[in-house]
């Protein structure tokens, strides 16, 4: 067998490590179970939170007593960019927890720390370029087709979003480093600490409690700006206070080349643009609904939401899969990872089952918690408990498959399956569906659902090939 040599910051995946730190071998299910719901609790709390706070924020603008539709559009419109890019920079930064479990399943953990050093600087580069970009945030929805009203007022929330993008980016990166090694609950307990304040602050600025000044869905926007900077600096000092530094390699000094950052792209290019292609198809059927009017923008807004909130819970079983998958492909044990994999889509299948009955037994209740207009509840109501609740248990099986294809650094073919999932069969169908035959959300929620079946056919096909080829 051919043997090949590594650059400062690489290493094969299917490399035998010296000393492994979690090298599969106790293969049964109990084990597989175990260590996924260990990880994937405090991750999946840990990334509901980030969608919590858009919630919150969605809760407060859409029972304000003054203008709720026309803010909770702006809200709405301002969220989708964020949306997109935010979460392909989650994709890039995601190759940081891919590297970290590879290389501590592969028993090199003082490696990890350039990976995070790397990663911090991804994050604030890519957070300011973000800044730069939402500056000019009524330009951009106007691209986006939004009408004029809507353009002006959703333009100045994102710029105030904008602000806040390079301290959340870098708590991202610490976070993911901190996911890659196995210690997920500092993040979690950081991100607690930061939804109550934002909560409070945010009630604060966009009702006029408290004494400080009612400014609408703008305080809203500005508390969770100021919020994301607190949690950008202390995802810093959990890294920096809370970690063996000599064992994982930690110091803010850039002593590494070029040649790390090109390896943390190259796995994480793919990813970004994976996730990007999901995350901007979902946000097109956004804007779309847009073109139907407030309502439709209201409504399809908060659907969205409310998805994307159910969804946070399947993100922490995906990275749990990622890290699991990593560390057995990082000590050469395909089976392992096959079945690390597989664990973990039946386990978030399960637990989506039980969400999307719970959406269709408390739709009602689920929709009042993110608005109280009647226009808006007519077509939220009936779209959350005959679209959603089948669409939360789809969501959740092809983005464990996802995460464990992660796992294995395998990125071209995914990427190639979300673009045709999403943009060949999601979006062509959401705009014949919902807008050009006027159908709204209910259509675009369907044309959502139709893309996510497929993405989990192909995915989990390929999942399977994959490792069962490596096994052999």
Not at 70 to 80: F, K, R
Request: hydrophobic residues 55%.
């Amino acid at each position: 067998m051919k043997r090949k040599s590594f650059p400062p910051g690489e290493q094969s995946a299917t490399q035998v490590p010296l000393a492994p730190a979690d090298n599969g071998n106790g293969n049964s299910l109990p084990h597989h179970l175990n260590r996924t719901v260990r990880l994937a609790l405090p991750v999946m709390l840990s990334r509901a939170g980030m969608v919590v706070m858009l919630t919150v924020d969605t809760m407060i603008v859409g029972h304000l007593a003054f203008a709720k539709q026309q803010q909770l559009a702006a809200l709405g419109a301002a969220i989708i960019p964020v949306g997109v890019l935010q979460t392909a920079a989650i994709g890039l930064l995601i190759g940081i927890i891919v590297r970290t479990a590879q290389l501590e399943g592969a028993g090199r953990p003082q490696a990890c720390g350039e990976v995070w050093r790397l990663g911090l600087m991804l994050g604030l580069l890519l957070g300011g370029m973000y800044t730069l970009l939402f500056a000019y945030g009524p330009a951009i929805l106007e691209l986006l087709g939004q009408p004029p009203e809507v353009a002006e007022g959703g333009g100045a929330v994102l710029r105030i979003f904008g602000w806040g993008m390079p301290g959340m980016l870098v708590f991202i990166a610490c976070a993911h480093f901190l996911e890659g090694i196995n210690r997920p609950v500092p993040p979690m307990l950081l991100m607690l600490v930061g939804n109550i304040l934002n909560a409070i602050l945010a009630y604060g600025l966009g009702t006029g409690a408290f004494g400080l000044p009612a400014s609408g869905v703008m305080g809203v926007a500005l508390a969770t700006t100021i919020v994301r900077w607190g949690l950008g600096i202390g995802g810093v000092l959990l890294v920096l206070l809370t970690i063996d530094r000599h064992r994982y390699g930690i110091t803010l000094r850039h002593v590494e080349g070029w040649s790390g950052l090109v390896a943390l792209l190259r796995l994480g290019i793919p990813l970004a643009a994976a996730i990007g292609l999901e995350t901007a198809c979902f946000n097109m059927i956004v804007n779309m609904s847009g073109w139907l009017g407030l309502v439709s923008l209201a409504t399809m807004h908060a659907t969205v939401n409310y998805t994307s909130f159910v969804y946070m819970l399947t993100i922490g079983v995906a990275t749990a899969a990622a890290v699991r998958v990593g560390n057995a492909v990082g000590s050469g044990d395909w089976r392992a990872a096959q079945r690390a994999g597989w664990i973990a889509v039946g386990l978030a299948g399960a637990l989506m089952l039980i969400a999307g009955l719970l959406t269709v037994l408390f739709a009602e209740e689920a929709a009042a918690i993110l608005t109280d207009d009647p226009d808006v509840l007519a077509m939220l109501v009936p779209v959350l408990a005959g679209v959603v609740s089948f669409l939360v248990v789809v969501d959740a099986v092809q983005g464990v498959l996802m995460g464990a294809l992660r796992g294995c650094a395998d990125t071209l073919i995914p990427t190639i399956i979300y673009g045709v999932s999403f943009w060949i069969i999601g979006v062509p169908a959401g705009y014949w569906w919902g807008y050009h035959h006027g159908l709204g959300p209910n259509a675009l929620t369907w044309s959502l659902l139709a893309a996510l079946a497929a993405a989990s056919a192909a995915l989990a096909w390929r999942f399977q090939h994959l490792t069962r080829q490596k096994a052999r």
